[in-house]
């Protein structure tokens, strides 16, 4: 794309103002679903308990399914991980909901990979669609592991990160990894017998973690890129 004074624009400073708006449009449509579907007051989603009340590889199942399936619907996955830790134990129940969060995660990518694209060509320019390409591969892999215990916001992220350059493989490593201290936190909750005041406190304490960690790779990000530009 060439200005009209035949100056190609510089991807570096196009404006991020439409791909923004296009982020925060699949997340009101994030939203809009998880409204409606709670509107209709299904059972399994409203309380997933009865399904996981007996010990067994089908409560493994069934907990870790609805795990991935939170991507599009209203899952209380903190009831869920509080559930496998109660029903497997700190190590199984958090293996359980680590795999579960890391399937959203990757069906979040699966989305994003498939309309993604075909989307932002639609409504970006070249040039912004460079410069959030850019972001997106400097602060993106980040954004993904701080965002997973972040109900929405999650499901957001994977999508944006399925519709850029940021590759599967890192997409799905830092899931896991910011997927890791609420598969643990809940995990423990659920194995020491938590109450729900209890299960509030641990959802506190990953948001406080996931801050603390979102933190520490800003600033190492921006120290690497300091570095870069030297």
Do not use: K, Q
């Not at 009101?28 to 009340?53: E, I, Q």
């Not at 669609?129 to 916001?153: E, I, Y």
């Amino acid at each position: 794309m060439v200005h009209r004074n035949g100056v190609r624009p510089d991807p570096a400073r196009a404006p991020l103002t439409r791909y923004l708006l296009l982020v925060g449009g699949v997340l009101t449509l994030f939203l809009v679903t998880f409204l409606v579907v709670g509107a209709f007051s299904v059972a399994v989603l409203d309380d997933p308990t009865p399904l996981l009340a007996r010990d067994g590889v089908l409560s493994g199942v069934i907990g870790t399914a609805l795990l991935i399936a939170d991507v599009v619907l209203p899952v209380p996955a903190s009831v869920i991980m509080v559930a496998h830790g109660a029903l497997f134990g700190v190590v199984g129940g958090a293996a359980l909901s680590l795999i579960g969060s890391t399937g959203a995660a990757a069906a979040g990518y699966g989305i994003g990979r498939y309309a993604g694209p075909p989307l932002l060509r639609s409504v970006c320019s070249e040039a912004e669609h460079a410069r959030a390409d850019r972001f997106v591969r400097r602060w993106g892999a980040l954004a993904v592991a701080a965002s997973r215990p972040v109900p929405l916001l999650a499901e957001t992220v994977a999508v944006a990160a399925g519709a850029s350059s940021l590759g599967v493989a890192r997409t799905l490593v830092s899931a896991t990894a910011g997927a890791v201290p609420g598969a643990v936190l809940y995990a423990v909750a659920g194995a020491a017998g938590a109450s729900a005041p209890s299960g509030l406190l641990v959802f506190g304490a990953v948001l406080a973690l996931t801050t603390v960690l979102w933190l520490i790779g800003r600033r190492a990000g921006g120290s690497a890129a300091e570095r870069a530009r030297r």
